[in-house]
């Protein structure tokens, strides 16, 4: 497994609150120079001049200011798109797979060793997933190993059981109780082999 991936869920992160910072941004830049403008001072001042002389009706007054508002419910539309932009990308590329995760990771705590978790993206969820599927397979190649030294054992005690009930046991007995225990070590040992890639819990460990 590669330690690092090709993206970043971090990047990700940075990339969608860059996005709204650079539209409330854009929305205050813009603004700030449309109320800033000697442009609509000049014509605000004209405009209640010509009110003043009655060549102008009250409502036509603020026609420059109305443009600022039509434009910033404009601007303001246009962050609520980028919004739903940046929410729709953050629940497919980071709720979802989260969600994915977890439902897979109860089913695995319940005993389905069968699940396995699949994600899409290339990023540390992704790597997460890939990290629980190998922690479910050595799981898995566990409790395996231990069924079969279960079987193993269950078998050597029979053979063990009527060689020592036998009167007279005969080689054969004997040969197939000394197989039973061979497959019974052997089991015993590579559960132990396993074993020893886990470090168990300890209440000294912080």
Do not use: W
Not at 1 to 27: E, P
Not at 94 to 109: D, F, G, T, V, Y
């Amino acid at each position: 497994m590669k330690n690092r991936t090709g993206y970043s869920l971090q990047r990700t992160m940075i990339v969608y609150f860059l996005l709204i910072g650079m539209a409330s941004l854009f929305v205050s830049i813009e603004f700030i120079v449309d109320t800033q403008r000697p442009a609509l001072k000049q014509e605000l001042s004209a405009n209640f001049r010509a009110y003043s002389r009655g060549d102008m009706a009250y409502n036509q007054v603020f026609k420059p200011i109305e443009r600022i508002r039509r434009k910033a419910v404009l601007t303001i539309a246009i962050i609520m798109f980028v919004l739903l932009i940046v929410l729709t990308m953050f629940v497919k590329n980071i709720s979802e797979p989260l969600q994915h995760m977890i439902e897979k990771a109860r089913k695995i705590a319940g005993g389905d060793l069968r699940q396995t978790v699949n994600i899409g993206s290339r990023n540390e969820l992704a790597e997460l997933g890939q990290v629980i599927n190998e922690l479910t397979s050595n799981l898995q190649e566990a409790v395996l190993l231990s069924s079969n030294i279960c079987e193993a054992g269950g078998t050597a005690i029979d053979d063990l059981d009527r060689l020592v009930a036998a009167p007279k046991p005969d080689d054969d007995l004997r040969a197939a109780a000394g197989r039973d225990l061979e497959v019974l070590r052997l089991e015993i040992a590579q559960l132990r082999e396993l074993s020893d890639y886990f470090r168990f819990y300890s209440g000294e460990e912080a």
